[in-house]
Every structure is written in C-alpha cells, then in structure tokens.
C-alpha cells in the first residue's frame, strides 16, 4: 500500500473517530422518538458501472463502501462522509482501481411516509490507479445522487442508492477525458 493511500486512510479513520464521539451529544438535542435523524453508519454493495468515455476502456463490475452521516442543526440535512473500492477490469489490458473518498450534503425531503428519499450532492478525492500504464494518482472528484430508504426497526434502515460520480483527471496534462461512473447498491445502515 503506497505511503499516501496510507496516509489518506489515516485521516479518514481519524475524522471518523471525532465525528462519532461527538455524535452521542448532537443527538441528545433530539427527540427520542426520531430515530432517522440521530448519527448513521453503514455499507452498501452493488453495481459499478462506467458510461460515457469510460464506458469503452473498462467494463462494469460489482463495487462496495462505507458510509457515515452526522446530523446537522437542521432537521432536514444530514453531512456524510463516503467511501469505497472499486476495480474495474476490460477484455483487454485496461483496468482502473478507483478508491474515491468524499464528503457530502444529504437532503431529505420533508414527506411524511415511511419511506425516506434524500438527494446528496458533495464532492473529495479519489485515487485512480490505471492498468497498464500502473499510474496511481490522487484525483478531485465530484458526486450527486439519490437514495431510497426505510426503518426495519428503529436502529436497522435498509435502502437502494444510485450515485454519479465525476472523476475531474481533465485539468492535468495529457489526459483526454474525466472518469464518469455510477454506483447502484443495497444499503444497510444504523441508527446509532
């Protein structure tokens, strides 16, 4: 594992930590009853598909990540940190493992039903590691998506996402294209 994946792992491990000790206080300023609105944490697997340009140098495969959100003072928006390995390989030499780490601004809408529908939008970086050419890079990445969920008991919420995900390589020299992605998955999660 090179020293900054490492190093970016550790960052993430550490803003995990302070987001969950200091999660127990914010959610004691809510209602008890609320159980979708304290702190989650969870995982989600599923397809990982490349379209555009992307879509004719590697081919879809399955994916999977880790997730966490933190209330905010607003009932309606949540912040959310993501993460997650992807590799793709092709029928030829192409591959790309993709190991993208963001942050983002979940909105739930305001509908009272059972099941919870947010959209998300936010943005990070992600580290690309492309075949044959074994260049492994740190890139700015952007993300928007929607997420369809429900409470299977008041910690437990099972739910389907479908994420876009922009992978911003234009900008350096000799690269063609930007990596464009979307991620679909189950997710399940927990109120903690």
């Known amino acids: 594992m090179s020293h900054v994946l490492k190093r970016g792992l550790y960052a993430v491990f550490f803003t995990v930590t302070i987001v969950v000790v200091n999660a127990t206080a914010l959610y004691a300023v ?32 399955l994916g999977g990540g880790l997730f966490m959100r933190y209330n905010t003072p607003f009932s309606l928006f949540k912040l959310g940190l993501d993460s997650s390995y992807q590799h793709y390989k092709s029928k030829g030499v192409n591959e790309i493992t993709l190991v ?27 580290y690309v590691y492309a075949m044959p050419d074994e260049v492994g890079q740190w890139d700015m990445m952007f993300m928007c998506g929607f997420e369809v969920s429900f409470p299977a008991g008041r910690i437990v919420n099972i739910g389907l996402r479908i994420e876009y995900l922009l992978i911003y390589e234009s900008y350096r020299q000799g690269a063609q294209d930007d990596g464009h992605f ?7 999660y927990f109120n903690i």
């Open 182 to 188: 979307i991620n679909a998955g189950i997710m399940l």
């Open 100 to 126: 993208p780490v963001y942050l983002n601004v979940l909105f739930l809408l305001p509908i009272d039903f059972p099941l919870r529908f947010q959209f998300k939008a936010g943005m990070g970086g992600a």
């Open 30 to 61: 809510r209602d008890q009853t609320e159980y979708f609105t304290r702190p989650q944490i969870g995982a989600w697997f599923g397809p990982i598909t490349p379209v555009g340009p992307t879509d004719g140098l590697v081919d879809t495969d």
